[in-house]
Nanobody, 116 residues
């Protein structure tokens, strides 16, 4: 079982940068694919980025490609989401999640608000 705690959210102007962190418990962190989801008011939760447990293959949603970068530090049991060139449409609650057979472990979320 994995416990996840997000941090790094905040309020900032469009064009700014923010780095989210997700601290995970347990020695088995490196065996999980990790992902960042987001959910804006009135919208479905969507996968923003993911990173595999192995060599670190990554996925980014088209909406954030070229702006967001997901990375992980297995020694620190931490996954990051570096967000650059933020836009108002990036405003959402961002959730860290861990995947083995499914997206089975979730953090409680951190709010990111981007003003114009």
């Amino acid at each position: 079982q994995v416990q996840l705690v997000e941090s790094g959210g905040g309020l900032l102007q469009a064009g700014g940068s923010l780095r989210l962190s997700c601290a995970a418990s347990g020695r088995a962190f490196s065996s999980y694919t990790m992902g960042w989801f987001r959910q804006a008011p009135g919208k479905e939760r969507e996968l923003v980025a993911a990173i595999s447990w192995g060599v670190g293959n990554t996925y980014c949603a088209d909406s954030v490609k070229g702006r967001f970068t997901i990375s992980r530090d297995n020694a620190k049991n931490t996954v990051y989401l570096q967000m650059n060139s933020l836009k108002p449409e990036d405003t959402a609650v961002y959730y860290c999640a861990a995947h083995k057979t499914s997206w089975e472990y979730w953090g409680q979320g951190t709010q990111v608000t981007v003003s114009s």
